[in-house]
């Protein structure tokens, strides 16, 4: 579980730094704020990422019947999403401005996330 954490963490670090170099609406002020970022963002997943889990899910289940369950391929970015929000509105050097660069930089988590395991 510590070592889940530790990545969970280190990922959304790196996808943060990266997604405030890509996108415009992304605003980290110090690269510490990175770091800070990263773990505010894993101790949200950790605390509070299975009730966010699974109100998504509730909240998903009837475009998943319709889609035959495809509908939940989009799961874990609608989780991170509503993570790298409430991490927004907790840190003051950290600003995401609008729907489009939290949707890409929740993407980019999600890839980082999904990658890193697999790379260590």
Not at 43 to 55: A, E
């Amino acid at each position: 579980m510590f070592k889940q954490f530790i990545v969970q963490a280190l990922a959304a670090g790196l996808a943060v730094i990266v997604g405030a170099k890509l996108m415009p609406g992304v605003r980290i002020r110090k690269i510490q704020t990175a770091l800070v970022v990263a773990g505010v963002f894993a101790l949200l997943n950790l605390l509070l990422g299975w009730l966010v889990s699974f109100l998504v899910a509730v909240a998903l289940l009837p475009a998943a019947i319709l889609t035959l369950g495809l509908a939940y391929l989009f799961f874990g970015l609608v989780v991170n999403s509503v993570l790298l929000y409430a991490t927004d509105k907790l840190i003051d050097d950290f600003e995401i401005r609008g729907f489009g660069p939290l949707f890409g930089t929740a993407a980019l988590i999600s890839i980082a996330g999904w990658l890193l395991p697999r790379l260590l």
